[in-house]
Antibody
Framework: QVQLVESGGNVVQPGASLRLSCAAS????????MHWVRQAPGKGLEWVAV????????FYSESVKGRFTISRDDSKNTVYLQMNSLRADDTAVYYC????????????????WGQGTLVTVSS | DIQMTQSPSTLSASVGDRVTITCRAS??????LAWYQQKPGTAPKFLIY???RLEYGVPSRFSGSGSGTEFTLTISSLQPDDFATYYC?????????FGQGTKVEIK
């Protein structure tokens, strides 16, 4: 069965960097686009970033553009989120999510989600 | 940017009630809309895509409708397992936006 397992969350100070990982299993990883979505404590869901299945395109929300970088390593079945210049309002549970269909570029919802990893930015 | 607005923010209902949640887009989005259910401390669960297509394994009491700017999620007969927060989501090729969520509470 499909599994997505996030890791890398931690407590860091403002201005620090952190890299999140999402290890996928149970399907052919290279065929699917992958996303990061976050949820601040007590708040709603916020889409963060996407990397298309072939890695050719990456898009970001305005709130993280220029600070966060999404990448994928198909040899490790893993998607990453490099987060730089972290701010207090980046505090959230970060989920990775897989799109619904294989070999399609964008225009897809999220069928599978990981359990999330908590990032806390605080001095 | 397209904004997604859900109403109500909170809904109190009883087991067996018919429940309807509305999601409005700030401009036409065709039928590029999904719905998710989230329970406290857990990841969202995928329910509906393309506005009205039920995901495999989702009970048939859930249904979605709408196109353009107005969409609804309906639960025909609320069950104890359905008390949760529901999110709509617009998706396209390079942008994904969630509504702010609707919490369905026990009345």
């Amino acid at each position: 069965q499909v599994q997505l397992v996030e890791s890398g969350g931690n407590v860091v100070q403002p201005g620090a960097s952190l890299r999140l990982s999402c290890a996928a299993s149970g399907y052919t990883f290279r065929r699917y686009g992958m996303h990061w979505v976050r949820q601040a404590p007590g708040k709603g869901l916020e889409w963060v970033a996407v990397v298309w299945y072939d890695g050719s395109q990456k898009f970001y929300s305005e709130s993280v553009k220029g600070r966060f970088t999404i990448s994928r390593d198909d040899s490790k079945n893993t998607v990453y989120l490099q987060m730089n210049s972290l701010r207090a309002d980046d505090t959230a549970v970060y989920y990775c999510a897989r799109e619904t269909e294989a070999l399609v570029m964008g225009t897809l919802a999220f069928r599978y989600w990981g359990q999330g990893t908590l990032v806390t930015v605080s001095s | 940017d397209i904004q997604m607005t859900q109403s109500p923010s909170t809904l109190s209902a009883s087991v067996g009630d018919r429940v309807t949640i509305t999601c409005r887009a700030s401009q036409s989005i065709g039928d590029w809309l999904a719905w998710y259910q989230q329970k406290p401390g857990t990841a969202p669960k995928f329910l509906i895509y393309k506005a009205s297509r039920l995901e495999y394994g989702v009970p048939s009491r859930f249904s979605g409708s709408g196109s353009g700017t107005e969409f609804t999620l309906t639960i025909s007969s609320l069950q104890p397992d359905d008390f949760a927060t529901y999110y709509c989501q617009h998706y396209n090729s390079f942008w994904w936006t969630f509504g702010q969520g609707t919490k369905v509470e026990i009345k």
